[in-house]
């Protein structure tokens, strides 16, 4: 079975060829018709000169789009012309030629047509020495030197600009690209950031809020709705004033100044707020504090404060009344987060319903350190349990 293999459509020439090819043709046929054309040292008759520099002028047109091959016609051209006397324009336009060949040519045309070119030259000038042997040979490898080897090299300096343009062009392009995927990732990274401190700040005082106004509607007896509205109205307050804290640091560029970041020295009113938001007095909350006295990262402290507070707005919303202990232990170059609380029966619903977001801010805390989390059921409690790197890196 025949293959069909598909022409591609010849290019079409640049305008700028098909300007140079008729400039030169048009400036080559009024030199002959001038008379300014020399006799031939073979005797060939003149108007081969014509055909030459036709020759040389449809050369022209492939300068761009075929540059070698018009080399090589208009190498042609240019014995013919040379033998019946020589046209200036074809000598122009040849020059031309040539520095299209290394500037539009291949990279190996690029190395290679300039060394040819001196070398044609060398052995034009030896070889017009030994023949006349006479000083003014040396004209001849002058004329060689113009019409080669000068346009050569000149292509091969216009070549180099060019590349030397074109490769700080695609480094500014691909520059600007890195910036625009850094920018991009900042944002989805500060993003990221802003939503789980939105969550940890607040998740837990909405959560409080809901839980006792819940119990203020469905319990009849006074003293009982108005220790639940108390209870709201603190976390109400607290909530607020967190909120607060955050849109100034969010106002302000960079982080959040040292100051204003919580510390595991407010675990104890952090527990305090969770038995109050429980409204269980089953609840028991348990802090044991084995760090030492060795100071840790801002980061570290940032992300364990964050992890117990979670853990104590999940236990308010799900946990089962019992013992609720926090333990936190600095050892062998990490610090162990734990939080255990008593597991809910099968099938009882949240006392507040939640979207699970609390630990996928978690995990993503720990992981930014280079840590690890493990939640879920462990020797019949509910455990979170972080390794966080005490590395300053």
Known sequence: MPVSIPLRPPRRPHTVDLL???????GGLLLYALGLSNAGPLGLP??????????????????RGAPLTALAIGTAALALDMATGGLLAS??????LVYAAVLYGPPAACRILPRACELVTVLGTLSAIAVLRRPAAVLIGVTL????????????????HRDAAETARLTAERTALLAELDRRQAVVAER????????????????AIALHSTAALSIGEPEASREALGVIREN?????????????VLRQPGDEEPATRPTLDGLTGLLAQARAAAGD?????????ERGPDPLPAPVELAAYRIVQESLTNVVKHAAPGTVRVVLCADEGALTVRVTSELTADGRAPRVPGAGAGLTGMRERVALLGGSLTAGPANGLWQVAAQLPLDPA
């Open 20 to 26: 140079v090819a008729a400039a030169g043709l048009t």
């Open 236 to 248: 109400s307050v607290q909530g607020l004033a967190e909120m607060k804290r955050l849109i100034g």
């Open 281 to 289: 007095r089953r609840f028991r909350f348990r802090l044991h504090d």
């Open 91 to 96: 000598w122009v336009m040849y020059t031309d």
């Open 46 to 63: 003149k108007r081969l000169a014509l055909a030459a520099l036709v020759l040389m002028a449809g050369a022209e047109v492939l300068r």
């Open 145 to 160: 030197g113009v019409l080669t080897a000068a346009p050569a090299w000149t292509g091969v300096s216009v070549r180099r």
């Open 192 to 207: 990221s950031r802003m939503a789980r401190e939105l969550h940890d700040v607040i998740a837990g005082h909405l959560s």
